[in-house]
């Protein structure tokens, strides 16, 4: 836990490294803005490889940082009228309730199960995507 505790206190002076950051957070940003959300799917990995934070902070962080994007995302496609407002709502609620359960889960599940649920998904995703 002293490595994250390290991290948090760490300056990037380096303007290679701050240059490197921003780069990974445009792509993440595009990313979920072309997808919907699929920036997490490259947040977490980045957070934990080029910054090494453990995985529950990983996801955590990704979170925080996937939010205000969401937003702005949504805000883009309610003004472009491409937003339907009862699946909004309904799929909405599920997202609403889903997001309350999936934070506890990650407080609570070791990180070694929260690291194998998310190669899942990824999988997953990745093999639907190819079918």
């Known amino acids: 836990m002293k490595k994250n505790l390290s991290f948090a206190t ?10 490197i950051l921003i780069a990974l957070g445009g792509v993440i ?33 990704a979170i925080a940082v996937i939010f205000p994007l969401s937003l702005i995302s949504c805000a883009v496609y309610i003004f472009k009228g491409a937003i339907s407002s009862l ?12 997001g309350i359960v999936g934070s506890i889960a990650l407080k609570v599940l070791p990180s ?4 194998i649920i998310f190669a ?3 999988l997953a995703g990745g093999v639907r995507l190819l079918i």
């Open 112 to 115: 070694k199960v929260v690291r």
């Open 29 to 61: 940003g595009f990313l979920n803005g072309f997808f919907g959300g699929g920036g997490g799917m490259v947040c977490v990995p980045t957070l934990e490889k080029v910054l090494k934070l453990d995985n529950k902070r990983s996801h955590a962080t």
């Open 120 to 122: 899942f998904v990824m």
């Open 87 to 98: 699946p909004l709502l309904t799929v909405g609620l599920g997202v609403l309730l889903g």
């Open 10 to 19: 760490k300056k990037f002076k380096n303007f290679k490294e701050k240059s």
